[in-house]
């Protein structure tokens, strides 16, 4: 007995010692297989970093025209992004007329906030082929405002006109969701048009510190960050959010350097928009005062001792540290909002339209956010054209 005992002890033992080496096998295959898949797309990601970037600077030197429709195309496919779980409800609950009336009101939205524009531009552009019609441009443009209010009303009266019983708590939501995304994303994408419009600095220099501060904020992160910032990003650390605060400060010195010398960014659009680019340059104006050295004087008790009494400085680098200090501190509540709205509905990016990125909204939660501040600002400390007799009057 004991020696039958004694075998089926050493049989159980040796069972145990196989399926022990079969699951080491399989989690060591496994553990390979997600290597394997980190690997393929992590070189995914990096092929379609290199493309986006590649594909930026190719439209920035095509000209400004190109670069709104940039900012037009990113508008649309954010929205289209955001609004999809919206529309995905929609279908399922058969309201077709909610889908539309989002498209309505953001094609709505954009003509009321660029319409005047893009009829200048047409205008002033002399197109032959449009020249009978320049009466009709010129009578839409005086009703531009009453016009775009009658397209507003005829949304709201389909709004009304499709409301269904069982459903009305829903599609009063959907109707608030829309509003919400044509505020937080249509009307700031009009800003940073108008960021272009102003010149092509004031729309690659946010750009580009809202890029440095994502990179050095993972950076920094991963490397000495300890201290959770917020619940929603739990891999968002206190060391990361200030660490990237002083590289995008550095980062934002070399931009300006390196971006102010050329006529064809600081120079606000002219008559040739459709014409100009970077091979081509049309655009020429009397520079701003802020790329222009300044001599400042400086306070005499801190700085007697050092010798010094008074420095010379370009105003843009003190003007690009404030934005850079907007693109670190605050700009990034942009991506954090998307966050907080992904994991509202479950959801991981909110689309797959850039390989190895998610989204389009994925890439320009925090843009939006610091186009609308550098407009702001622009027009605030830095546009000459703030003051007028008409504005005082007013």
Same mark, same amino acid.
């Given at each position: ?11 159980? /033992? ?24 980190? %690997? ?13 970037i590649a594909g930026f600077f190719l439209i920035l030197a095509s000209g400004q025209s190109y670069s709104i429709l940039l900012v037009l195309f990113?508008? !649309? ?21 909610? %889908?539309?009336?989002?498209?309505? =009101?953001?094609? /709505? ?21 449009? /020249? ?58 009009? !800003? ?45 650390? =206190?060391?990361?959010? !200030? ?11 070399? =931009? ?8 064809? !960014? ?118 000459? %054209?703030?003051?007028?007799?008409? /504005?005082?009057?007013?």
């Amino acid at each position: 007995m004991s020696t039958s005992k004694g075998k089926q002890n050493g049989k159980a /033992t040796v069972a145990k010692k196989s399926t022990t080496k079969v699951n080491d096998k399989d989690a060591g295959a496994s553990s390979l297989g997600q290597n394997e898949k980190k %690997k393929q797309t992590f070189i995914v990601r990096t092929i379609w970093t290199f493309v986006m970037i590649a594909g930026f600077f190719l439209i920035l030197a095509s000209g400004q025209s190109y670069s709104i429709l940039l900012v037009l195309f990113c508008e !649309l496919a954010t929205f289209k992004e955001c609004i999809a779980v919206t529309t995905a409800s929609s279908r399922a609950k058969n309201l077709p007329v909610n %889908k539309i009336l989002n498209w309505y =009101l953001v094609f /709505t939205t954009i003509y009321y906030l660029n319409g005047l524009d893009i009829l200048k531009i047409i205008l002033e552009s002399n197109f032959t082929i449009l /020249t009978p019609y320049t009466d009709w441009f010129i009578l839409i443009a005086s009703h531009h405002r009453f016009i775009c209010y009658c397209f507003y009303v005829g949304g709201f009266i389909m709004f009304v006109s499709s409301l269904r019983k069982g459903y009305l708590k829903f599609q009063m939501a959907s109707l608030c969701a829309t509003h919400m995304a044509l505020l937080f994303i249509v009307f700031q994408a009009h !800003l940073i048009i108008n960021n272009i419009i102003n010149g092509l600095f004031w729309f690659l220099l946010p750009c580009g510190l809202v890029i440095v501060n994502d990179i050095f904020a993972y950076l920094c992160g991963i490397t000495f960050g300890r201290t959770k910032l917020l619940e929603i990003s739990p891999k968002k650390t =206190l060391e990361g959010f !200030l660490g990237a605060w002083f590289f995008t400060a550095i980062a934002s010195i070399i =931009l300006t350097r390196l971006l102010s010398p050329y006529q064809y !960014l600081i120079c606000p659009v002219n008559n040739s928009i459709l014409y100009s680019n970077y091979w081509n340059d049309l655009n020429h104006c009397e520079v701003n005062p802020i790329f222009r050295s300044q001599t400042y004087n400086l306070n005499h008790v801190i700085f007697e001792r050092l010798g010094m009494t008074s420095i010379t400085i370009k105003p843009i680098y003190i003007h690009s540290l404030n934005l850079a200090t907007f693109a670190s501190l605050f700009a990034p509540f942009g991506g954090f909002f998307a966050s907080g709205l992904k994991r509202t509905f479950k959801v991981k990016d909110f689309g797959h339209s850039i390989p190895g990125h998610g989204g389009i909204a994925d890439r320009v939660d925090c843009q939006f956010l610091m186009g609308s501040f550098t407009n702001l600002y622009f027009e605030t400390f830095i546009s000459e %054209k703030r003051f007028s007799v008409e /504005t005082i009057v007013s």
